[in-house]
């Protein structure tokens, strides 16, 4: 982006049209290139004073101001002086109150008696005093990894960004809608999805609709059309204040706006934020269900709305949607209550912030409600999934016969499970008539008779792991419990099989 001082627009017809650099500035471009590499070595001043003069030359002093905003952020300035400009100034200083300094001599005096303090002359002193200046710092070097027309293309982005941060409101249509709206949710903006004649409509509220617009939110909502101008066709019509005045922004696939392909598109993540908070937490449950960011859209009437989660069953084809309701703006929490309303028949989870007062409301929908204040509690979330898995594995369970039978001689009740698409706790009530549950393994009578033959007291347990192993069994606890041993251990040495 650019900075708001750099920005050039027109306002014919009550419209805010961009004013971009074409192939005609391509010499302005090159021109400016040139400047800075011309002056590497010198003074920055000298480099200022050399663009003042191009300004002067050029039809659009900010389209030169715009290009240099650019290249700046590539130069490299470094202070170069015979002292430490602070530890000049220091000396200077205290020379000078001692001095009295009021005349031309008493000046050099001064510098000279700084000078023998710090072991240099007094012209070296007087070079440094302010040699950390921005204006007298020199420019060690700048490295320009792009032309006059990748200056061009990378200026346009950058002004049709700087002219977005006083939108209210942005609508964006894409070719590409799942791209665009995963990186809204990464950029963290506040947005809806409305269903249109000409197909859905992204609509993102912008800064100057907060109740205190911040530059972080701003400059998020403007590097969003890093990811518009990706896609091959776009159009985007934004709402700007502008001053006082609310004029129409519009822009499109035909507008000269390209995106570079050597940054990220919208890196920006939630680290902080409630939502990246409860889905890094809840990633270290070991829960049947697994945690999808961005779930498909949900109808709500001529709208969608897109959850921020949804829990999938392991076991079973079962969706619960999460939404995790805080607080941005009065009309925010109106819409997303109104939403709420109409979203069609799905199961859906809400975590509101308690300071909104509306847990009855999103309850009276038939949703339920998790209040929570600062972050979302995962005790409470994992209670509610509970319940729907006590009732879906009751499901599971009576959808199975009252016998099973597995043709392994041992196998674990997980494996028994899967075949079958439940959860193990389904399995609970299941007879198998040719096998004994150890644990939570399922082994033939017959195994279990020849290991009594095979293990005796004294044994290692090594030996006797190495025994189980052949036969594909792997909790030795549990068999050896079944089979009226104990394990006695020895240290570091390992452990001995005992009789109970």
Do not use: C
């Amino acid at each position: 982006m650019l900075r708001k001082e750099h920005l050039r627009v027109s306002r014919a017809g009550g419209g805010y049209h961009p004013q971009f650099a074409g192939r005609e500035h391509r010499p302005l471009a090159a021109r400016v290139i040139g400047t800075y590499q011309g002056h590497v070595g010198e003074p920055r001043k000298r480099l200022d004073e050399a663009l003042a003069d191009l300004e002067t030359d050029a039809s659009d002093f900010k389209l030169v101001r715009g290009f240099s905003a650019l290249l700046d952020r590539e130069v490299v300035l470094e202070t170069r002086a015979p002292v430490e400009p602070r530890s000049a100034r220091t000396a200077a200083f205290e020379a000078a109150a001692d001095v009295g300094v009021v005349t031309g001599d008493d000046r050099t005096e001064a510098l000279t008696r700084a000078g023998e303090s710090l072991g240099a002359a007094p012209d070296e002193v007087a070079e440094s005093l302010y040699a950390d200046l921005d204006e007298r710092q020199t420019l060690a070097s700048i490295e320009v990894p792009w032309g006059p027309d990748e200056l061009i293309d990378r200026y346009n982005l950058s002004l049709a960004q700087t002219a977005l941060f006083d939108a209210t409101e942005m609508r964006v249509r894409s070719a590409e809608p799942a791209t665009l709206v995963s990186a809204v949710k990464r950029l963290r903006l506040m947005y809806e999805v409305h269903k249109t004649d000409e197909g859905r409509e992204l609509v993102v509220t912008g800064p100057t609709r907060l109740f205190r617009a911040t530059r972080r939110y701003g400059t998020r909502f403007a590097r969003l059309l890093r990811t518009v101008a990706k896609s091959a066709e776009w159009r985007v019509e934004a709402t700007i204040d502008d001053r006082g005045t609310e004029r129409t922004l519009s822009l499109s696939h035909e507008d000269p706006v390209r995106v570079p392909g050597d940054e990220p598109i919208a890196e920006v993540s939630f680290d902080s934020g409630v939502e990246a908070d409860f889905a890094a937490r809840f990633s270290n449950l070991n829960l049947d269900w697994e945690l999808l960011r961005e779930p498909e859209p949900l109808a709500t009437g001529t709208r969608v709305m897109i959850p921020d989660f949804a829990f999938d069953y392991r076991h079973a084809d079962f969706r619960i949607y999460f939404e995790i309701m805080g607080f941005w703006t009065p009309e925010y929490v109106a819409k997303k209550l109104s939403q709420l309303e109409s979203v069609e028949d799905v199961d859906l989870l809400v975590a509101v912030d308690e300071s909104l007062g509306v847990g009855e409301e999103i309850a009276a929908r038939d949703h339920r409600a998790i209040p929570y204040t600062g972050g979302v509690r995962l005790k409470d979330v994992a209670g509610v999934l509970r319940e729907y898995e006590t009732d879906l594995v009751a499901e599971s369970a009576a959808a199975l016969p009252d016998e099973l039978v597995s043709e392994e001689d041992a196998i674990p009740l997980s494996t028994v499970a899967d075949r079958h698409g439940v959860g193990e706790d389904a399995l609970e009530a299941v007879e198998f008539p040719e096998h004994e549950r150890v644990g939570r393994t399922l082994v033939r009578p017959a195994v279990l008779a020849d290991l009594e033959g095979e293990i005796e007291a004294g044994m290692a347990l090594s030996a006797v792991e190495a025994a189980l192993a052949d036969r594909g069994l792997s909790d030795a606890s549990a068999v050896l419990a079944e089979l009226g041993y104990r394990v006695e251990w020895e240290g570091l040495d390992g452990g001995t099989v005992r009789e109970k």
